[in-house]
């Protein structure tokens, strides 16, 4: 079972790499590097788990390297992009500080000059150099250079929070309701004026906002400003708690701690925060979350037919690896699949957008082309994703969630609640 300390090591990827750009700036200018008539580099500096056993979090995502290279291969064999052969630079990056991810930067932008690079840790500094990302391992955000992209398939909070609100209130979440925002920490507080601007646009009442002013972390001091939020909650009426980014992990591990009987229906903004309190003590105060999430269900991704044919190509050409099926009752230990099905939509992300530039492949052609693919069904989803300027994510589908006490479990709906 993991505790509130659990639930940032389990999910290594945001609670680990919450980088700055690090690294000189370098505007692409008229120059586009990476890109010859016949070659395009791709860098793919992957996120090496096995380097966060030494701080007790054990998680396996298969043989991530053969994963790339066989789809990499797969993909040049059947005449690479408009003609071009992909020329991979992969390079595992230790997760547990910055300094692995700044050298990896420096490394392929200046030393390997890739034209584009793959889920880095540290999209920002990609960016700065004018090299586009696809699928950063941190939350997707506009161009810092104004010349390269960040382009994900999952869009961040500030753009899914009104939308899964909006689902929520359509769905009656917030009739005859009044509601009191948390926020676990100061950082949470630009997502909060965003939830205040949506509820405001929803008519939904606000009649109290708390910004837990305790160091995340400091567990003693956390469930200390809690105790008093809850009864300050629970004197104003508050009887619908909208749990805001870290704040959906801290809200039931907190009640939990200081065995609170307030416990009214709740809405937690960030689905994954939740991860940790499944089937632990505090399960207790999950019977009565509201939450969603931007991408389906690990066990319709695995099922998909473009994942499925990703599988046979890497199982073809590295025989010896071993690679699950997905299944929720595998502890992250031994999530083998992950490493198959994530170089599988990233490459397959980033071949929609560089067939569309066309020919004359340039970091602006990338870019144009990126902010313009519509209707585009990239494998492990059922629904086609879209870009436009200035929303470099894919926006839409808001999968419904709720906390399964028989399988202590949370469980994602198997279809878009949008649709």
């Not at 788990?49 to 998680?59: C, P, S, T």
């Amino acid at each position: 079972m993991l505790g509130r300390n659990g639930v940032i090591a389990a999910t290594i990827v945001v609670a680990l790499c919450g980088y700055l750009g690090i690294g000189p700036a370098s505007a692409a200018g008229n120059r586009t590097q990476g890109v010859t008539a016949s070659t395009i580099r791709v860098g793919v500096p992957y996120v090496n788990v096995a380097a966060v056993k030494a701080v007790g979090v054990n998680i396996n995502w298969g043989n991530v390297p053969d994963a790339y290279m066989a789809i990499i291969a797969n993909m040049n064999a059947h005449g690479g992009i408009n003609g071009r052969r992909i020329v991979p630079y992969i390079l595992g990056v230790d997760p547990t500080g910055t300094a692995a991810g700044s050298t990896a930067c420096t490394q392929m932008t200046e030393d390997d000059q890739v034209f584009v690079a793959i889920a880095p840790l540290q999209p920002a500094c990609y960016l700065q150099h004018g090299v586009s990302v696809i699928n950063s391992l941190e939350p997707a955000t506009t161009a810092t250079t104004g010349v390269a992209q960040n382009f994900a398939l999952t869009p961040p909070a500030s753009a899914f929070d009104p939308l899964q609100l909006s689902v929520f209130a359509k769905q009656g979440v917030f009739k005859n309701k009044k509601v009191g925002i948390f926020a676990a920490a100061a950082v949470d507080e630009p997502e909060v004026t965003i939830d205040q601007a949506e509820l405001k646009k929803l008519h939904v009442p606000v009649v109290v906002t708390a910004v837990n002013s305790a160091p995340l972390g400091d567990l003693p001091a956390e469930n200390e400003q809690v105790a008093v939020i809850a009864q300050k909650f629970q004197s104003d009426g508050v009887n619908e708690v909208l749990a805001v980014g870290n704040g959906s992990a801290v809200w039931p591990e907190a009640l939990t701690s200081i065995q609170s009987t307030y416990n009214p229906p709740w809405i937690a903004t960030a689905e994954g925060g939740l991860a940790g309190s499944a089937g632990s003590d505090a399960a207790t105060y999950l019977t009565n979350v509201v939450a969603a999430s931007p991408v389906p269900t690990g066990a319709s991704v695995w099922s998909n037919s473009g994942i499925q044919h990703c599988v046979s190509i890497v199982r073809k050409a590295y025989p010896s690896d071993h690679i699950n099926a997905y299944s929720a009752a595998l502890p992250t230990s031994q999530a083998t699949w992950t490493g198959v099905e994530q170089a599988c939509t990233d490459l397959a992300l980033f071949s929609a957008i560089a067939t569309a530039a066309g020919k004359h492949l340039t970091v602006a052609s990338f870019v144009r082309a990126g902010e313009g693919l519509h209707d585009v069904l990239i494998p492990g989803s059922s629904t086609p994703i879209s870009f436009r300027p200035n929303q470099p994510y894919a926006l839409g589908p808001v999968y419904m969630a709720h906390y399964d006490t028989a399988a202590k479990t949370l469980v994602l709906s198997n279809t878009s609640a949008t649709k």
